[in-house]
């Protein structure tokens, strides 16, 4: 630890199994063009036990390394998937893409490690439910992956916890929800106490921007009014909605000087919120998905109730068809910084739940899978981004924020080898019938996207090889998170010093101080005259009788 800055050498990573390491543990990837987020080069990659080895032309390597050949393909960073909810116990169920199937899916569209969610039901222990999730996960993983954790109530335990789980489990961010009334929603009073203990222990505060008292309430009216369909669902949670609660964080969180990442920005007024305030000087961070991107709340109104249903998340898409450009445009020029999918996926028949009641309908779409692939081709294809940039948002700046950089998010030696060949010019069409997850639908059903992964090496191994899928269960590790990401916390000591409150210092005031009488309230004014004129004088009292209303004669003087 240097200089109160925790790195990711500070905490224990679980090893890899000597059975996995030995299996394929030297690669050379020859002839690609090497991209990171601030640079491209034509350069060979060679990877041994895990770690990226090499870097450069003519490499002396061993003999008998594999050797794959990337010529006329791009070598990037593992992708980084900053929000995920595998197998989420959810509104009466379970999400059906367990840390298996979702781990599996996720690396066959590029993406190396996951970041999910540990949610505590109210009043659970937060280190209790660190350690469930823990179990549920490592038995699965494919890839690597690490946790953020829920703030699902508040009381004074939940402080000691958090700081346990920095301190010992590595993690660096809590998230509270501003939604989810009567079950995960905080209050205003409450998330002031969750950021600034995210301050003290230099975590990361992420929140769920919505405003729940206003869904809960448009909730109740459209029911009334026979509106029960996946429609209600946009309906009750507008787009202001999502901005109102997006801008109240920022103040909140700026009040007491706690860094801040919004969840999954739905719409363009919320992400417009986040811009105006890191243009502000705001240190706030923004999150926008798959989903938003390459898909809209048009589906909303779709006359089969299984298609519409399918889409139903929080916040929901949004219907106004410049939604996506316009993220899109916000993440390229960096306004936005990283992409998740909120990923939680729910079969046709658990949205049933919800057949005759939106407010029933499991939200969550899938994405782990297409993330990469939307990204490139919303993003790369269509001209609004180079490939510095989409290695940015898909990896590396989430690696920064959530302190795990340089290890994962760059292509250099010393780094974690999470490295794909990508191929930019190759098309696939996206379907339910071929992707790799449990989930029996696709919201980017029938798109055809440019940018596959053919190759894909985590950890050191190859796990994708020409776009067929060969996983390890449970190879994955967990990676800790220290806290203090030099991303979110290096400028706060200084900007802290710069917006401390300062006292004036002036002369004691020694005139009249009003005493009201609150048996008669008849305007009796106390006079306070000062016996010396040193302002550490003691002072005698006297009382002035004043027969006149409270304010005094307005024809005359007061005295």
Same mark, same amino acid.
């Given at each position: ?102 781990? !599996? ?208 998340? &929080?916040?929901?898409? !949004? ?140 950890? &050191? ?99």
């Amino acid at each position: 630890m240097l200089l109160g800055i925790m790195t990711n050498a500070d905490l224990p990573v679980k090893k890899i199994p000597l059975r996995i390491k030995s299996a394929q543990n030297r690669i050379l990837i020859r002839g690609g063009r090497v991209v990171n987020d601030d640079r491209m080069q034509d350069a060979d990659v060679y990877i041994e036990d895990g770690v990226i080895a090499q870097i450069g032309s003519d490499l002396h390597v061993p003999g008998g390394c594999r050797v794959i050949e990337a010529k006329g393909r791009l070598v990037i960073p593992g992708g980084i998937d900053t929000h995920t909810h595998m197998q989420l116990p959810f509104m009466g169920t379970s999400a059906i893409d367990d840390f298996y199937t979702g781990t !599996r899916a996720a690396l066959a569209g590029g993406t190396t490690m996951i970041m999910d969610f540990v949610l505590p039901s109210r009043n659970e222990s937060l280190v209790e439910a660190y350690h469930k999730w823990r179990a549920w996960a490592d038995p699965k993983v494919c890839c690597d992956y690490s946790f953020h954790v829920g703030v699902t109530w508040w009381g004074p335990k939940v402080t000691q916890e958090m700081e346990e789980l920095c301190q010992v489990h590595g993690i660096n961010s809590f998230k509270m929800f501003m939604a989810y009334k009567d079950v995960w929603q905080l209050n205003d009073t409450e998330l002031l106490h969750a950021f600034d203990a995210c301050k003290r222990l230099g975590a990361l505060a992420l929140v769920h921007a919505e405003n729940g008292d206003v869904i809960k309430e448009n909730s109740t009216k459209l029911l009334a009014q026979g509106i029960t369909g996946p429609e209600g669902h946009e309906m009750s949670r507008p787009e202001e909605v999502e901005a109102e609660a997006t801008n109240r964080a920022c103040v909140l969180s700026n009040q007491v000087g706690c860094p801040l990442y919004v969840v999954h920005v739905m719409s363009k007024s919320a992400a417009d919120v986040l811009s105006e305030k890191r243009r502000a000087g705001y240190v706030v961070f923004g999150e926008t998905i798959a989903a938003s991107l390459g898909a809209s709340g048009s589906h909303y109104r779709h006359t089969c109730w299984r298609h519409a249903a399918a889409f139903v998340m &929080g916040p929901p898409l !949004r219907s106004d068809p410049t939604t996506p450009g316009h993220l899109m445009d916000l993440l390229a020029n960096g306004d936005l910084q990283t992409t998740g999918t909120d990923n939680c996926t729910f079969s046709g028949s658990q949205k049933a739940l919800g057949k005759d009641d939106f407010t029933k309908i499991p939200y969550g779409v899938n994405g782990v899978e297409d993330r990469m692939s939307i990204v490139w081709e919303k993003g790369v294809a269509q001209g609004k981004m180079d490939p510095c940039r989409f290695v940015a948002v898909t990896s590396t700046s989430a690696a920064k924020i959530f302190n795990i950089y340089p290890k994962k998010g760059r292509i250099a030696v010393g780094s974690d080898a999470d490295v794909v060949v990508w191929n930019p010019h190759a098309t696939r069409v996206i379907s339910a019938k071929t992707h790799h997850q449990a989930v029996d639908f696709n919201i980017f059903e029938g798109m055809e996207v440019h940018g596959v992964a053919e190759w894909v090496v985590c950890g &050191g191994r190859v796990v994708v090889e020409d776009g067929e899928v060969r996983v390890v269960q449970g190879s994955g590790r967990y990676i800790p998170t220290p806290v203090y990401s030099p991303t979110v916390y290096a400028r706060t000591p200084a900007r802290d010093a710069a917006k401390a409150w300062k006292k004036v210092e002036r002369e004691p005031y020694t005139g009249p101080v009003y005493v009201a009488n609150d048996a008669s309230n008849d305007g009796t004014i106390t006079e306070i005259e000062p016996q010396s004129v040193k302002a550490t004088a003691s002072y005698a009292r006297s009382s002035v009788k004043v027969n006149q209303p409270p304010g005094g004669n307005a024809s005359g003087s007061f005295w």
